[in-house]
């Protein structure tokens, strides 16, 4: 036939399916996580109660808060294969590899893992909300010859990260500023990661196989390894006066400039003004004005010579660097958040599944035979 089926590369502006979780608004620049602005969560929860509206679709009650709070508390430890594995791989691996790695094996320990039942895949959830960031704390401190820092159960999720990751609960504003970043980056509705997770689990796979999945898949620089990106970028140009320069160079070259742009948001990343404020208060806390001045020359000449705004992993990447991490770690934070996100998305695949298997159209060699 005659009519060429139209193909959008990327699968731009295709609306796969339908979903309850969150709807991003570029037209109105705005974010709401089933129905609620992001700005209110961040300003108002604690990540705990994002996870929990994230995999319920409410807000949840004192009680059901503090029975979550226990079970994620509980399953903060790692197992002594977990540490294992982790010690088994070469520091000279990024990151994002190890905790792929080290999240498969909690997934293959997990005697239910196979329970596709939605109280199995929430009480899954709950473990990886706990494990992630133990995983994460271990692998940075092993980097830097630290030892193991046991988890504090009197300690939300974000303050126990950091206390795990650094031996010590930093100040308020620092900690405020994480639970920020957490509560931003738990969730985007189809974004690459997710549409993963949701592909994994169409063919009825597991939820663990689906998260391993989307770790691979946040990874690239394109998506969540952006945040690390943007650090290398900050690094390299070294100081706000040659911002100008380094750009017209890295555009001159064709380069993508990290944490710039978006595939949906075309005025600005809804996140961006409540993590930048964030981003403020580390600076003046830290009493690094140089950061800021190169953060705002970069984006002022950006928006000047492209009229391309940053993305959220434009802020948070300077602000986990003011934190204390290691550049490498940025993604794999990025994960301890998303993976609310991602489970919320496979429960929901899950509950009114379909195959994901899209159409190719062919353009290799014409049927041939062998000689
Ligand atoms: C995340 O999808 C989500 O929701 C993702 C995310 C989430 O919460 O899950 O928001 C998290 O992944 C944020 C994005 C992190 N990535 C980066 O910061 C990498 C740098 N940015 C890009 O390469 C780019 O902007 C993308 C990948 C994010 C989006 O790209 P698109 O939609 O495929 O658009 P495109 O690459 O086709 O760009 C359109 C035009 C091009 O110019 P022309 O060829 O038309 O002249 O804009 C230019 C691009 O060259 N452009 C950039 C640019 N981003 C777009 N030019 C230089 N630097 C950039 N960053």
Redesign the pocket.
């Known amino acids: 036939s005659t009519t060429e089926p139209e193909i959008r590369k990327?699968l731009?502006g295709v609306v796969a399916d339908t979903t309850a979780i969150s709807k991003?608004n570029p037209e109105s620049n705005s974010l709401l996580y089933r129905g609620y602005p992001v700005q209110e969560l961040a300003a108002r929860c604690s990540f705990e109660e994002v996870a929990w509206l994230l995999w319920h679709g409410e807000l949840p009650t004192p009680a059901e808060l503090a029975g979550l709070q226990e079970a994620e508390r509980a399953q903060r430890a790692l197992a002594p294969q977990v540490r294992a594995v982790v010690d088994a791989i070469p520091t000279a691996a990024h990151p994002m590899d190890v905790l792929r790695t080290a999240v498969s094996l909690v997934g293959a320990l997990d005697p239910t893992a196979a329970d596709s039942s939605r109280e199995a895949e929430v009480a899954a959830s709950v473990r990886l909300l706990a494990q992630i960031p133990a995983i994460v704390a271990y692998d940075q401190r092993r980097r830097r010859g630290q030892d193991v820092v046991e988890p504090r159960d009197d300690l939300d999720l974000a303050a126990n990260l950091l206390h795990m990751t650094f031996g010590e609960v930093p100040d308020d504003v620092v900690v405020d500023a994480f639970r920020v970043s957490l509560v931003l980056?738990a969730?985007?509705?189809?974004?690459?990661?997710?549409f993963t997770a949701r592909v994994v689990t169409s063919t009825l796979s597991d939820l663990y196989s689906a998260v391993v999945a989307a770790i691979g898949a946040?990874k690239g620089?394109?998506?969540?390894?952006?945040?690390e990106?943007?650090m290398h970028v900050f690094d390299q140009i070294g100081s706000a006066d040659r911002a100008e320069e380094w750009l017209d160079r890295?555009?001159g070259e064709?380069?993508?400039?990290?944490?710039?742009?978006?595939?949906?948001?075309k005025h600005g990343?809804s996140?961006v003004p409540t993590m930048k404020a964030a981003l403020d208060r580390l600076v003046e806390h830290y009493g690094r004005q140089d950061l800021a001045e190169l953060y705002d020359r970069l984006e002022a000449a950006?928006v000047a010579r492209?009229s391309?705004r940053?993305?959220?992993?434009?802020p948070s990447g300077p602000a986990y660097h003011l934190m204390g991490f290691d550049t490498a770690t940025f993604t794999p934070l990025?994960v301890a958040a998303?993976v609310t996100?991602w489970t919320a998305h496979v429960m929901e695949q899950r509950a009114a599944n379909s195959l994901i298997r899209p159409l190719s159209a062919y353009v290799g060699p014409e049927e041939r035979h062998l000689p």
Do not use: C, Q, W
């Open positions: 990327g731009a991003v980056y969730e985007h509705s189809f974004n690459a990661s997710t946040l620089p394109l998506h969540g390894g952006a945040n990106a943007v890295a555009l064709k380069r993508k400039i990290m944490g710039f742009g978006h595939r949906v948001y990343d996140r950006m492209k391309i940053p993305n959220l992993d434009y990025f998303r996100g």
